[in-house]
């Protein structure tokens, strides 16, 4: 599975959008870019997915280079609500498996 | 339409005690996971399952086994609780897909210290 890396933590502002990137430099040909959030006490909850170029849902965005090398996160005009950590993953069915590892993701701060 | 329940929600044991996490999900999804989170830290898989009557070890499953008996429940046992194993334990299902991840569900959490 394709190692991620994403910065630890980021800060905003109520009303800003927020873009957060995430590294995945040996990303294989059938691997998918997905993002979890995840509340205090809470399990992770699905956000988005996407395979290349820019997908965007009810909640946000993922904006994908050509190269898959990277992906962005954007969170339009957030909110308090929206602190919480967003995971990065990159994977796909390998040999049969699914296997769904989390890196250390980022922790979203919103502040008034 | 419950999702994924875990039970018990909070529970504390004495080192060398014995127990069981059960998961229950009900969308007739293949995979399960179980993972723990430590304070401050991510989510570490532990064992995960692609049907019934398969496991699998994930990247942390010293200490922990696991059965699939019926495709609805994930169970997870510590023979010998040791304090190290304190932490919030998630389960998860997901839907096989063709390609790429499908999307996870995750259930409430069970708090575990052992003392």
């Known amino acids: 599975l394709a190692k991620t890396t994403q910065p630890i933590s980021m800060d905003s502002y109520e009303g800003q959008e927020v873009n957060i990137t995430c590294s995945h430099n040996n990303i294989a040909t059938n691997d998918y870019i997905t993002w979890y959030q995840q509340f205090p006490s809470q399990g992770p909850r699905f956000i988005i997915q996407?395979?290349?170029t820019k997908v965007t849902n009810e909640v946000a965005s993922l904006f994908i280079p050509a190269d898959r090398k990277s992906s962005t996160l954007s969170l339009p005009r957030v909110s308090l609500s929206d602190t919480a950590v967003y995971y990065c993953l990159v994977g796909a069915v390998s040999g049969g498996y699914n296997k769904l590892i989390f890196g250390a993701g980022t922790r979203l701060a919103v502040h008034p | 339409n419950a999702g994924v329940t875990q039970t018990p929600k909070f529970r504390v044991l004495k080192t060398g005690q014995s127990m069981t996490l059960l998961c229950a999900q009900d969308m007739n999804h293949e995979y399960m996971y179980w993972y723990r989170q430590d304070p401050g830290m991510g989510l570490r898989l532990i064992h995960y399952s692609v049907g019934e009557g398969t496991t699998a070890k994930g990247e942390v499953p010293d200490g922990y086994n696991v059965s699939r008996l019926k495709k609805q429940n994930f169970l997870l046992g510590l023979e010998s609780a040791a304090p190290s194993q304190t932490s919030v334990y998630f389960c998860?299902?997901?839907?096989?897909?063709?390609?790429?991840?499908?999307?996870?569900?995750f259930g409430q959490g069970t708090r575990l210290t052992v003392v």
């Open positions: 998860a299902s997901s839907y096989s897909s063709p390609a790429g991840f499908s999307e996870a569900f």
């Open positions: 996407g395979y290349k």
